[in-house]
Each structure stands twice: as structure tokens, then as C-alpha cells.
Antibody, heavy 118, light 112 residues
Framework: DVQLVESGGGLVQPGGSLRLSCAAS????????IHWVRQVPGKGLLWVAR????????TYADSVRGRFTVSRDRAKNTAYLQMTSLRAEDTATYYC???????????WGQGAQVTVSP | DIVMTQSPDSLAVSLGERATINCRSN????????????LAWFQHKPGQPPKLLLY???TRESGVPDRFSGSGSGADFTLTINSLQAEDVAVYYC????????FGQGTKVEIK
């Protein structure tokens, strides 16, 4: 079965850093783009970043560009979201998501909670 | 960005009745070259990750009950849940993947 398991969430002070991990299993990791999507408490879903199957192409939402970095490790079947200069408005549940061949999302991780607060 | 707007924000439906959720985009998500609408629907229950229900506006994901159906084209779409079951209580999101990826604000479905 396809599984995406996030880890690394937690409480961090404004200006701090955090790295989320997304461990993949049940499919050929190197064949798929991985996206990160966040949900602010009580709000909707927002696309954050993506990384290509080969790890060469990365794209970011305007709100996180320059502060967040997405990467992946083929040997570990894991994608990462490095978050720096965190702000209160980055508080959210962060999901890693697999991009299906047609361009839609198919599988989501269970989410990692990130809270930015003094 | 393509803005997705869902209606209503919430609805309460009796068990066994039909629930209808609308989704509108501020530009067409129909790609003329392949005649496909780049529109998906997700079900999101508390404490769980979103679950893909439909893609290409009307193609049901494997394992999704056939009481869930999607229709529409261009910029107007509908998710229909026939014969609502208790386990269908959730927030439903539409998402376009025609240009980047954006979601509707969500529609909360409850039992009346």
C-alpha cells in the first residue's frame, strides 16, 4: 500500500527553523513528484511547494519562497521541507502529497502540526 | 492564480438523501487539447488526511463508492453524494490542477 508518513513537526519560536520529513513506501518514490500542502486551523488547503521526481525542479508559493526549501533523498525514499524564518502565519498542518501521472493529487500523508509561537 | 469558490459553505442532509456541492473557478480548467477538466474532489475527515474521490471532474478513484459522482465542465462543477451515509460527514474540497494547484474553501456536510 502507498504510504506517506510525515514527521518533524512541533512548536517553534518566531524566526526559528524546523525540518519536516515525508517517508514514502509502497511505490517507486523516484517516479513521482512530491508536493507540500498546508492547512491553517479552521481554514482551507494551500499549496506550499513541490519537487520533481528527479529532485532537480523545485517550485514555491510566494508566501514561503526564500524561507522554505524542499528536497528529497532517493536512497531514503524521503522528501523534506526545510522551514526557516518561521512566522506565526506559518502555523498549520503540513501534508506531503504524491502527484499522480495526470497532475492530480492521489495520496496524502497524515499531516504534521507546526506551531509558531513565542 | 485560479480561484475556486464552493457553495454552500455547509449543508445538512438527511440520511439517505442527496447532497450537492458546487464548485466554480474564475477561469476554465478545461484543456482543449485533450478535452479533460483538470478538477478533483477530496473528502476530509477530522484527524485524517484528505482522500481523493474524483479526478478529471468525473472519474471516480478506485475504491470510492458509486454514490459519489462528479459533473460539469469548463468552470462549473458539481459533486453529488447520493443516498448520504453517516460516514460521509466530512468537509469536501474541489481542487483545480490546470494551472498550479488551488482548492476551494471547503463545504462541510452534516447529517440533518
Amino acid at each position: 500500500d502507498v504510504q506517506l508518513v510525515e514527521s518533524g513537526g512541533g512548536l517553534v519560536q518566531p524566526g526559528g527553523s524546523l525540518r519536516l520529513s515525508c517517508a514514502a513506501s509502497g511505490f517507486t518514490f523516484s517516479d513521482y513528484y512530491i508536493h507540500w500542502v498546508r492547512q491553517v486551523p479552521g481554514k482551507g488547503l494551500l499549496w506550499v511547494a513541490r519537487i520533481s521526481d528527479d529532485g532537480i525542479v523545485t517550485t514555491y508559493a510566494d508566501s514561503v519562497r526564500g524561507r522554505f526549501t524542499v528536497s528529497r533523498d532517493r536512497a531514503k525514499n524521503t522528501a523534506y521541507l526545510q522551514m526557516t524564518s518561521l512566522r506565526a502565519e506559518d502555523t498549520a498542518t503540513y501534508y506531503c502529497v504524491r502527484l499522480a501521472a495526470g497532475g492530480n493529487y492521489d495520496y496524502w500523508g497524515q499531516g504534521a502540526q507546526v506551531t509558531v509561537s513565542p | 492564480d485560479i480561484v475556486m469558490t464552493q457553495s454552500p459553505d455547509s449543508l445538512a442532509v438527511s440520511l439517505g438523501e442527496r447532497a450537492t456541492i458546487n464548485c466554480r473557478s474564475n477561469q476554465s480548467v478545461l484543456y482543449s487539447a485533450n478535452n479533460k477538466n483538470y478538477l478533483a474532489w477530496f473528502q476530509h475527515k477530522p484527524g485524517q488526511p484528505p482522500k481523493l474521490l474524483l479526478y478529471w471532474a468525473s472519474t471516480r478513484e478506485s475504491g470510492v463508492p458509486d454514490r459519489f459522482s462528479g459533473s460539469g465542465s469548463g468552470a462549473d462543477f458539481t459533486l453529488t453524494i447520493n443516498s448520504l451515509q453517516a460516514e460521509d460527514v466530512a468537509v469536501y474540497y474541489c481542487q483545480q490542477y490546470y494551472k498550479s494547484w488551488t482548492f476551494g474553501q471547503g463545504t462541510k456536510v452534516e447529517i440533518k
